[in-house]
């Protein structure tokens, strides 16, 4: 089946720690994206790549770093700059312009 | 710039009572619009999309919405709510040319009480 992979689904990290989130997509997709979700906040984009090699800064970029090697792989990387490392992380894939976005299942990560 | 208000941040209803999930958005130019469902700890799977054919777009799982330039809205329907319809729910905009950028609303909580 295609689809999007996020993994793992629960990480725990301490405070001060760099932690990386996979995101490995099957459909082809040229776009993928990272989101943020805080309660009550909807989410935020923290980064994405149109195409492989090349990526651009979202909303949220600070204290988050990605590459784009593969085309069907997106990692994200939690630095110890971003403030307030806890959320829920989505990733999710598109095809080129305005096309529906296609998530995983996401990855909640908690910093204490 | 696009954006886009969800005017309730939750909503109730009883098992079989329609359901009214109200979006307003902001625009510049003729949007894509879409409403995502999201179940409690899993991703958003996409219910419909309005990309500027007909202003009645039907979704799965019996949902649909209508856009409506006038009022700049783009509320989400259903005639019957089912338990399962419990989830949070969200009103996006696309922020157009070919970023594919998406601008989301702040979600709405929908509860269906048996």
């Known amino acids: 089946d295609g689809g999007i992979t996020q993994s793992p689904k629960y990480l725990f990290r301490k405070e001060g720690q760099n932690v990386t989130l996979s995101c490995e997509q099957n459909l082809n997709h040229d776009a993928m994206y990272w989101y943020r979700q805080d309660p009550g906040q909807g989410l935020r984009l923290i980064y994405y790549?149109?195409?492989?090699?090349?990526?651009q800064k979202g909303d949220i970029a600070e204290g988050y770093s990605v590459s784009r090697e593969k085309k069907e792989s997106f990692p994200l990387t939690v630095t110890s700059a971003q403030k307030n490392p806890t959320a829920f992380y989505l990733c999710?894939?598109?095809?080129?312009?305005?096309?529906?976005?296609?998530f995983g299942n996401g990855t909640r990560l908690t910093v204490t | 710039a696009q954006s886009v208000t969800q005017l309730d941040s939750h909503v109730s209803v009883s098992e079989g009572t329609p359901v009214l999930l109200r979006c307003n958005y902001s625009s510049s130019y003729s949007p894509s619009l879409f409403w995502y469902v999201q179940h409690p700890n899993k991703g958003l799977q996409l219910l419909l999309k309005y990309t500027s054919a007909a202003t009645l777009v039907k979704g799965i799982n019996g949902f649909e919405a209508e856009f409506k330039k006038s009022e700049t809205s783009f509320h989400l329907t259903k005639p019957s709510a089912h338990m399962s319809d419990a989830a949070e729910y969200f009103c996006v905009v696309s922020e157009g040319g070919n970023t594919g950028k998406l601008i989301f609303g702040q979600g709405t909580t929908l509860q269906v009480k048996p």
């Open positions: 999710a894939s598109s095809g080129t312009g305005p096309k529906p976005l296609h």
């Open positions: 790549s149109q195409i492989v090699n090349d990526f």
